[in-house]
T-cell receptor, first 111, second 112 residues
Framework: EAQVTQNPRYLITVTGKKLTVTCSQN?????MSWYRQDPGLGLRQIYY???????DKGDVPEGYKVSRKEKRNFPLILESPSPNQTSLYFC??????????FGSGTRLTVV | SQQGEEDPQALSIQEGENATMNCSYK?????LQWYRQNSGRGLVHLIL?????REKHSGRLRVTLDTSKKSSSLLITASRAADTASYFC????????????FGSGTRLQVQP
């Protein structure tokens, strides 16, 4: 089944403890992206990748890192999470010129 | 930055009625897409309309695009309770960054 898989689905962590949210797609898509969704603010793009080793900042990249070493994987790294990064995170992928396929989301709480 | 702005923010209708949602955007686009999101879940792609298209249909969905007014509308005909969800428009810019920029969404409630 064509899909984008994110893990974990839920995560509670403490301020400053590094974490990684994984994202993997099995559709051989070139484009991958990370979004965060907050009440009243909609979806905001964090980072974007056009292909392996090619990444670009989105609208809210501060406090996040990404890497694209393989086409299928696009992990999101929070080196030192803070409470304002508590949010619902989505990974998405696309082959370009078509719609994005979204993962099921990761609900992150930073205390 | 928010490229698309949906209108209305919330809409409540009865089953069987039509639902119309509007989206306005600011910059020149390559395409515009509509997505549906059930509460707290991932977004599902509904339909994509390219900048050189004016209207597109998919089942009970009809999307129009007016590039001169920088606006789009999504019409859901003969709505069902299962259509209850949030609907987002998203635009891909014509130049520069190719990623999607989402609007704030319309919350649709279809009463059985």
């Amino acid at each position: 089944e064509a899909q984008v898989t994110q893990n974990p689905r839920y995560l509670i962590t403490v301020t400053g403890k590094k974490l990684t949210v994984t994202c993997s797609q099995n559709m051989n898509h070139e484009y991958m992206s990370w979004y965060r969704q907050d009440p009243g603010l909609g979806l905001r793009q964090i980072y974007y990748s056009m292909n392996v080793e090619v990444t670009d900042k989105g609208d809210v990249p501060e406090g996040y890192k990404v890497s694209r070493k393989e086409k299928r994987n696009f992990p999101l790294i929070l080196e030192s999470p803070s409470p304002n990064q508590t949010s619902l995170y989505f990974c998405a992928s696309s082959s370009g010129g078509f719609g994005y396929t979204f993962g099921s989301g990761t609900r992150l709480t930073v205390v | 930055s928010q490229q698309g702005e949906e209108d209305p923010q919330a809409l409540s209708i009865q089953e069987g009625e039509n639902a119309t949602m509007n989206c306005s955007y600011k910059t020149s686009i390559n395409n515009l897409q509509w997505y549906r999101q059930n509460s707290g879940r991932g977004l599902v792609h509904l339909i994509l309309i390219r900048s050189n298209e004016r209207e597109k249909h998919s089942g009970r969905l009809r999307v129009t695009l007016d590039t001169s007014k920088k606006s789009s509308s999504l019409l859901i005909t003969a709505s069902r309770a299962a259509d209850t969800a949030s609907y987002f428009c998203a635009t891909r810019a014509d130049t520069g960054r190719r990623a999607l920029t989402f609007g704030s969404g319309t919350r649709l409630q279809v009463q059985p």
